[in-house]
Each structure stands twice: as C-alpha cells, then as structure tokens.
C-alpha cells in the first residue's frame, strides 16, 4: 500500500508562485510513476503533469505547459509542483497520485493523495 501527502496550497495573487510537494511511503517509489491532477468546484479531475519512475520523463497539460514544473526526488520520496504565473482558473484542490505506468488518466493510478486546495485570486 501506498500512502501519499500533499502540502504546500493556499492563497495567492495572480501571477505568483506556489510550490506544491508530494511525500509518498509505504512501498518503494521507483517503481511507481506518479502525476498531478487538479479538480475545480463543479468540474472533473483533470490532469495536469506526470513524471515516470526514474524523473526522467515529464509531461504537463497544454494549459500548464511552460509555467508548471513537475519534478521528483526519489531520495525523499517526494514529488513536487512548482507552479507559476498562477491564474485565476487554476483555483482547485490539487491530487498527487502513484501507478505503474506513467498515465495522462486518473483512473490509471492506483493510489492517491487527499488534496491540497489551491486558490488563485484575480
């Protein structure tokens, strides 16, 4: 089993700078890719960034794309989020989540985190 933390929400103006982290135990994490989603009030999960088992390989959303950085440090078993240039729509609780394979899906991760709120005031 595997058991994930997030931290690192809150408020913040538009434009900033937020850094979310990720704090994973309970298995060995390199063998597990792990993503971000998000899910505003009324919407569903979405994806945001992926990042494989090794740190190697990342990939964001297109509306993320060049202002979100997803990155991991195996030695901590932590993932993080460094997000900016934060928009309003970016308002959202934000999951971590952990699978085997490297997926774009929510429904292709296996464990997943409680959230951490986000919110971004225009």
């Known amino acids: 089993q595997v058991q994930l933390a997030e931290s690192g929400g809150g408020l913040v103006q538009a434009g900033g700078s937020l850094r979310l982290s990720c704090v994973a135990s309970?298995?060995?994490?390199?063998?597990?890719?792990m993503g971000w989603f998000r899910q505003a009030p009324g919407k569903e999960r979405e994806f945001v960034a992926r990042i494989s088992s090794s740190g190697t390989s990342a990939v964001a959303a297109d509306p993320v794309k060049g202002r979100f950085i997803i990155s991991r440090d195996n030695n901590k078993n932590t993932m993080y989020l460094q997000m900016n240039s934060l928009k309003p729509e970016g308002t959202a609780v934000y999951y971590c989540?952990?699978?085997?394979?490297?997926?774009?899906?929510?429904?292709?991760?296996?464990?997943w985190g409680q959230g951490t709120q986000v919110t971004v005031s225009s």
């Open positions: 989540a952990a699978g085997l394979v490297a997926a774009l899906r929510a429904r292709q991760y296996d464990y």
């Open positions: 309970g298995r060995d994490m390199t063998n597990y890719a």
